[in-house]
């Protein structure tokens, strides 16, 4: 137990440490008299917005519940004190990984909010203490996500240790039902407040930068915009929240696929009171909540610099001590003996990610080739600029993919050849979770880009009392240190988020998911019946793409994540169109010259017309695709055993062949559109005072909507269909 201590300890150490950052950015100096109004605006907006979100996520849940209950009732047509115990462990787990996103965004973007002005008011003091604001607020924002997600899944886990420990049933069982509810409820959450989120985010800044720009030369921040308002709630709702509740839901993927297979992998173990082998992964990286913190408290800079020099600063010190994390917990648990496989497997996923997030930024670098070739583009218009784009982005994936299989398939051999039984799976469980280690900060710098958007949005509608060009530059480089910190964390969750879904996909056709401590078969008794003896399954399941059922799930798997993307980027382009219509609307009434609107110096537009258009549209229907999205990985399993002749483990082949294309799939989109977002965008900065900076504009436009909405939704979308076949995996075993 003292694995799950030491586990629980850190993290319940870094919540702390979060609160403690909080309240040191909240005592920073006090805005203006505008500024304060102009925030309270937006805190009223985001709340509301968020209220409405949260409604449709407690609606959601109940739906899903009333699958998860048909679900037992179809498997076992009996009511037994067992299956109703195995309901009420999915129903708490769905519910309180529902409860903990939704808590989660509400703080982030409260954080966020905060931030954002604490970072005007520090830009009169210096280049220093404005990064340190946004870094420190992102850091406890990640800390906060990350802790608050591991205390949710351990404390589950202890609960239901402590109310099991003289079961007959092995605790495998129990567990794979909360843990994959828990999983689940997180995931069924950020996929509503991800669309919603993404929707009002896209809508308000595209289409204030399309209709603002193109008819009167106003940018999306100006304050004669009618959209600007619209567009600074959109980045803490759209872009911050959704950020976190990713790491949320990336870490329940992942933590929930380590402790399944570790728990029937590791079975004789847990039956002899040790867990040290199943707590090693979650060991690894609950440390890198404490690598995290240090890499976030390192950053600094001043006016002579770049910024990025203190991100890559505070990052190399997190790696750094997730290494000596990784070497000390390892040597602890595994002995001298067997450490060194495991140590190398967990420093290759280090490694791996690491030079994925580099790869990432290293696109939006003007002097580097793809900048150049995208600049030269501009020459042959629109169709030149987005062909340039889509070819870089569709590349994005080639380096990342090579370098990931490459880590993955060592590691894997590394524990094979150790000599501890489920070697392999636990080198590949290590390299995963030593990825994570280092999320906290990823997050941390990612949402640095929203904080520098929204002190960039509050200075230009209500500005500080002197504005002078030293404020402009440092708002100028804290505007592009978030760009390029967006494609340098992005590049990371992608790929580390792909790997989680992978992970998933292939633990449901590992062996230990079939040993003899597994769930009951449709209509079998349950263990420990000495009358009943339960057959045992057959030692291996192999991936059978042959077999029809199997093949056409993996269309099916792809066929959806595309789905989905595209009617999340279906919803912002609708609510994008009701945006420009209703800023064309208010403009319309002043005269043209030369084809713009010349809008008074005293004109004050209609803000809160823009924000309940932006938050209608973006709260317009989600229920149903969210749902399509979850329920169709949750029912695919139990529907081909009621409507073929195939095995359970034919169907749980299927399953796995589902999430795998998909997950491959939305791994390519998310790659695709994030690299088109941090090019197109890095573009249209540069082009703003040159010819063609319509061409850039209309680029800068497609490229935000994609990146902001489809990428994202893909990457939420595999993620989602690999935790609803973990909780649908116990019905098939």
């Known amino acids: 137990m003292t694995e799950l201590v030491l586990i629980l300890g850190i993290n319940l150490a870094g919540l702390t440490f979060a609160i403690a950052v909080a309240r040191w950015m909240l005592v920073r100096e006090a805005p203006s008299v505008e500024v304060r109004r102009l925030v309270n605006a937006v805190e009223r907006a985001a709340r509301s917005f968020l209220a409405a979100c949260f409604r449709q996520v407690a609606v959601s849940v109940a739906l899903v519940a009333v699958v998860l209950g ?139 930068e399309l209709a603002g720009e193109r008819d009167a030369d106003l940018g999306a921040c100006d304050p004669q915009n009618p959209a600007a308002v619209a567009k600074l709630v959109g980045d803490h709702v759209g872009q911050v929240a959704a950020r976190a509740v990713d790491l949320f839901v990336c870490s329940a993927v992942a933590n929930t696929a380590v402790l399944l297979t570790g728990a029937h992998a590791f079975g004789k173990e847990l039956a002899a009171g040790s867990i040290g082998l199943l707590m090693l992964p979650l060991l690894v990286k609950s440390f890198g909540v404490i690598a995290s913190a240090f890499g976030v408290m390192v950053i600094r800079t001043d006016e002579s610099t770049e910024p990025t020099h203190g991100i890559w600063r505070g990052h190399a010190t997190t790696l750094v001590i997730c290494t000596g994390a990784l070497l000390g917990s390892t040597l602890w648990l595994l002995g001298k003996r067997t450490w060194a496989p495991f140590f190398v497997a967990g420093l290759l996923g280090l490694v791996v990610s690491a030079t994925t997030a580099y790869l990432g930024s290293r696109n939006v670098q003007r002097r580097r080739a793809p900048m150049r070739s995208l600049l030269e583009a501009v020459k042959l218009g629109d169709s030149g600029v987005l062909a340039e784009g889509v070819a870089l982005g569709l590349g994005a994936a080639l380096i990342p993919s090579i370098a990931a299989f490459l880590a993955l398939v060592v590691a894997s051999e590394l524990g094979s050849a150790s000599a501890i039984d489920g070697g392999s799976m636990l080198a590949v469980s290590v390299a995963l979770m030593t990825m994570l280690g280092a999320g906290p900060f990823m997050l941390a710098v990612n949402i640095v880009g929203p904080i520098a958007e929204g002190a960039r949005g509050l200075g230009t509608l209500a500005p500080p009392a002197a504005v002078d060009d030293e404020i402009e530059r440092r708002i100028q480089r804290l505007q592009e240190l978030g760009t390029s910190t967006d494609s340098f964390a992005q590049s990371f969750w992608t790929l580390v988020g792909g790997i989680a879904a992978l992970f998933t996909a292939s633990s449901l056709l590992a062996p230990a998911l079939l040993a003899p401590g597994g769930l009951p078969s449709p209509g079998v008794p349950l263990p420990g019946d000495p009358a009943s003896p339960v057959a045992l399954p057959s030692p291996t399941l192999p991936l059978d793409l042959a077999h029809p059922v199997v093949a056409y799930s993996g269309l099916l798997g792809a066929v ?64 149903g695709p969210v749902l399509a999205a979850v329920l169709c990985p949750l029912v695919l399993g139990p529907m081909l055993i009621a409507a073929t002749t195939s095995t359970p483990f034919t169907v749980r082949a299927a399953l796995a062949s589902f999430v795998l294309v998909g997950a491959v799939t939305g791994l390519c989109v998310a790659f695709t559109a994030e690299t088109l977002r941090g090019c197109l965008g890095y573009l249209r900065r540069q082009m703003r005072s040159k010819p063609g900076t319509d061409t850039a504009l209309h680029a800068r436009g497609l490229a935000e909507l994609c990146g902001a909405t489809a990428g994202p939704a893909a990457q939420l979308a595999f993620k989602t269909a690999a935790v609803a076949a973990l909780a649908v995996a116990p019905f098939l075993s």
């Not at 109703?84 to 973007?109: E, F, K, M, Q």
């Not at 169109?577 to 004050?604: C, W």
Request: aromatic residues 6%; positive net charge.
């Open 70 to 208: 048909g679900l037992h009732v179809y498997v076992w047509h009996s009511g037994t004190s067992a299956n109703i115990r195995y309901v009420v462990w999915s129903l708490l787990g769905l519910a309180v990984g529902a409860l903990l996103t939704c808590v989660i965004s509400h703080v982030v973007v409260a954080l966020s909010r905060r931030a954002a002005m604490n970072c005007l008011s520090a830009l009169r003091v210096g280049m220093d203490r404005t990064l340190g604001v946004a870094v420190r607020a992102g850091g406890a924002a990640a800390l906060v996500s990350e802790c608050a997600g591991v205390l949710g899944a351990c404390l589950l886990f202890g609960l239901l240790r402590a109310l099991t420990a003289n079961d007959a049933l092995p605790i495998a069982s129990s567990l794979a039902y909360v843990l994959g509810g828990y999983a689940l409820g997180a995931a069924l959450a950020a996929l509503v407040l991800q669309r919603s989120g993404a929707v009002y985010h896209s809508a308000s800044q595209v289409g204030g």
């Open 560 to 623: 959806l994540v595309l789905a989905y993307a595209g009617g999340v980027l279906h919803a912002a382009s609708r609510s994008l169109k009701s945006v420009v219509s209703e800023v064309e609307r208010q403009l319309r009434a002043f005269p043209k010259e030369r084809g713009k609107f010349q809008i008074p110096a005293d004109y004050i537009p209609s803000y809160r017309a823009c924000i309940e258009i932006v938050a209608r549209g973006a709260l317009a229907r989600p229920i």
